[in-house]
């Protein structure tokens, strides 16, 4: 095993099975959001404002006009979250006062 494959199974480990395959289903929403609005998927922070725009966007998006229930948006949310720190991008809802999560 690499360093590298140690480190994925180190910090996937901490999530079970259930919640990475639900966060995997729900990651795939903004994809295609983001795919769909010319954005790229994961976000190197570099452009905080940016960042905030596009989950702006997509909670709107999701939750305004798709009519998703506020805790299937919430967890869409923490899937964002997740794969940002699995593939060592940070998070983009942590300095964002717009849609920060507790």
Same mark, same amino acid.
């Given at each position: 095993? *690499?360093?590298? #494959? $140690?480190?994925?199974?180190?910090? %996937? @480990? @901490?999530?079970?099975?259930?919640? +990475? &395959?639900?966060? /995997? &289903? ?5 994809? /295609?959001?983001?795919?769909? &609005? ?7 922070? %570099?452009? =905080?404002? +940016?960042?905030? #725009? ?5 909670? $709107? ?7 998703? $229930?506020? +805790? ?22 942590? &300095? $964002? =006062?717009? *849609? /920060?999560?507790?």
């Amino acid at each position: 095993m *690499s360093i590298q #494959e $140690a480190k994925t199974t180190l910090f %996937s @480990s @901490s999530v079970s099975h259930g919640t +990475t &395959n639900t966060y /995997r &289903n729900q990651f795939n929403h903004f994809v /295609r959001h983001q795919v769909a &609005n010319g954005r790229d998927v994961l976000m190197d922070g %570099s452009d =905080p404002v +940016t960042s905030q #725009e596009a989950i702006v966007d997509f909670i $709107a998006a999701k939750g305004l006009i798709k009519g998703y $229930a506020h +805790t299937t948006v919430h967890v869409m949310l923490y899937a964002i979250r997740h794969y940002h720190i699995m593939n060592r991008c940070p998070d983009p809802t942590l &300095n $964002a =006062p717009l *849609s /920060r999560l507790p």
